[in-house]
């Protein structure tokens, strides 16, 4: 199966009541991780489910950075996706990094940036330990992905921020 187990597909599938009903129990393992290294907090993350990450961040074993066999974390795949409720609700813990590199290095900040998600963008500026220089493992700092894919409303809001770089 993978690591396809009944909470892993209904996270993945958004079914909130399945989800609650096998968190009840003690004996699920909600770290889990399907053989591409998603657990479910990273499925539900991703697709935007935020009641079924609300529930999987209320308990105390559920890690918020496992990341994926990629190095993705929940936090970088709800950037990805452009999620802004399941990013608020990511960014809001302090064990959470908004500069954790996937494994071709590059952070939520970088993918948000170069899918023009705009909210998401704004989103992760609100951290105070975000660098917003970091680039990714082409160099490429977010500034840089936003201009490269033409994204005009992620860069203004980019370069609005005190301490962006864009002469690198």
Do not use: F
Request: a neutral charge.
């Amino acid at each position: 199966m993978d690591g396809e187990t009944p909470l892993w597909i209904s996270a993945q599938n958004g079914h909130e009541g399945v989800v609650k009903a096998l968190l009840k129990r003690g004996d699920v393992c909600p770290n889990r991780q399907h053989k591409d290294g998603r657990a479910p907090l990273l499925c539900a993350a991703a697709n935007g489910y935020e009641g079924i990450v609300k529930m999987l961040l209320a308990r105390g074993d559920v890690d918020p950075e496992k990341p994926n066999n990629s190095g993705r974390t929940p936090t970088w795949d709800a950037a990805w996706n452009g999620q802004e409720g399941v990013l608020k609700m990511l960014l809001e813990r302090d064990d959470v990094d908004p500069n954790r590199q996937d494994t071709h290095g590059e952070t939520p900040l970088c993918v948000a940036s170069a899918r023009g998600h705009e909210g998401a963008v704004k989103i992760l500026l609100g951290r105070n330990d975000l660098n917003i220089n970091k680039p990714n493992g082409d160099g490429q700092t977010p500034l840089h992905c936003a201009a490269a894919q033409g994204h005009k409303g992620v860069v203004r809001i980019l370069l609005g921020r005190d301490g962006v770089n864009s002469i690198a």
